[in-house]
């Protein structure tokens, strides 16, 4: 009560990341705006490491997730606890960028259960990776094939580097590790993949999770719904173009969510500083996006807009993907 924590217990390699995430990459910049490890212990392969919050006064403070609070607020105001995390905790990560070439498609390569998704794929349309272009549902035509983009045209880009932004990133930047009070502090916990990598990473995970989980699918209407927006939110050739939201959708939770979108693609736009190149912000897109048909917790609806929206994002890299 007098002092609220969070416990969190793993084999041993995965709190030791966790640790060295904490300590070069937190402790060292945003202090005032995270979490503290204020112990830690090992036991064989197993460890444990113990949170606490910086700022938290008095046993009555409620701790709850930013999820939570997506859920439960208005529009206008979770957009401004966006604008706390990005302007303030996330400020000194982003905030002084440094341009290195890097191998962006060999970041970007390594598919969360990739071989999962082939065998969904292979399963639900009967292509394969030697199909270069597949017929999409629901009369959008023809578009990339994942699978091609992935095994054929990927590993020929893998060694080409882009000049872009680097900074220390989160690297699973999901709104439930994003912690938050009544008073509106903001902590982040869960390191164990912070370190330095493309800076668009974060922003990048967090379109996804709004499309992805947060917007129930539970119907081919609103599934119909999306993809149109996805459309939509595909076609800027240019960071600094916000795509506009059409107008008669009357639906609040997509409506909410690609309001928040909108918000993202104008910070992905500032800490690119004067780098325009979307297609960057596209790959990393694909990372967070193709591995969801491989899920458990999603249903068949949310599989097959993650699919479609893995194409359509392949057919932007691959058409206009040269550098």
Known sequence: REMPFVLKL??????????????????????????????KARSGEYGGILYTFVGIQGPQRRIFSLEDYYLTHPTEEVLAIFDILFRRVLRAWYGQPRLRDLPLYDVYSD????????????????ITAADETIDLPFGLGRSANPLHF????????????????????????????????????????????????????????????????????????RLCELLALEQVFLTPKKLGE????????ADPDVVKAFQVIQQLRRYADTITLLDED??????????????????????????????????????????????
């Open 150 to 221: 992935m095994e054929h045209i990927l590993p020929v880009r893998r060694s080409r580097t882009w000049s872009v932004y680097e900074g220390s990133v989160h690297g699973d930047l999901n709104m439930k590790n994003v912690l938050m009070d009544d008073e509106q502090n903001l902590w982040l916990i869960d390191f164990a993949m912070t370190g330095h990598s493309h800076i668009l990473r974060d922003v990048a995970k967090l379109e996804s999770v709004l499309k992805l989980e947060m917007i129930p699918i539970e119907s081919e209407e």
């Open 278 to 323: 979307i297609l960057q912000y596209y790959l990393a897109l694909l990372y967070y996006t193709l591995c969801v048909p491989a899920f458990v917790s999603v249903n068949d609806y949310m599989r097959e807009y993650a699919w479609i929206s893995s194409s359509l994002l392949c057919e932007a890299l691959r058409i206009h993907g040269e550098h």
């Open 242 to 249: 916000i795509p506009s939201l059409p107008e008669g959708i």
């Open 111 to 126: 598919i969360f259960r990739y071989e999962d998704v082939r065998r969904w794929a292979e399963s639900r349309y009967s």
């Open 10 to 39: 793993d084999r041993w390699e995965n709190i030791r990341a966790e640790i060295e995430g904490y300590e070069g990459h937190v402790k060292r910049y945003i202090q005032n705006n995270a979490t503290q490890i204020i112990q």
